[in-house]
Nanobody
């Protein structure tokens, strides 16, 4: 079994920054494509950013607008999401997810492409 545990969420003012981290354990493999998704209040879960096993390439949704950076440390089995210039609309539960493959953008955004999920961490951005 693969375990993914997110950390780093919290309350931040608009314009602020947060760094989320996801730690993989169990049968976790550094060959996985890793991604961050989010689900805001009364919204569907959506892809934020994804990163291939070697750290390149990465893919981020249009709404990121260059404000977020995804990175990974395969020696530590961690994947981070550095978020800057946060907006109230970024308020959501952020989830870490692992996929056995890397695909096109249309594939990366599909929830069923990901075999493993963390429990999520809450990010709240106040105005």
């Amino acid at each position: 079994q693969v375990q993914l545990v997110e950390s780093g969420g919290g309350l931040v003012q608009a314009g602020g920054s947060l760094r989320l981290s996801c730690a993989g354990s169990g049968r976790y493999a550094s060959s996985y494509t890793m991604a961050w998704f989010r689900q805001g209040p009364r919204k569907e879960r959506e892809l934020v950013c994804a990163i291939k096993w070697g750290g390149d390439p990465t893919y981020c949704a249009d709404f990121v607008e260059g404000r977020f950076t995804i990175s990974r440390d395969n020696a530590k089995n961690t994947v981070d999401l550095q978020m800057r210039s946060l907006k109230p609309e970024d308020t959501a539960v952020y989830y870490c997810a692992a996929s056995l493959s890397w695909g096109s953008a249309s594939a990366l955004v599909r929830l069923n492409e990901y075999a493993y999920w963390g429990q999520g961490t809450q990010v709240t951005v106040s105005s």
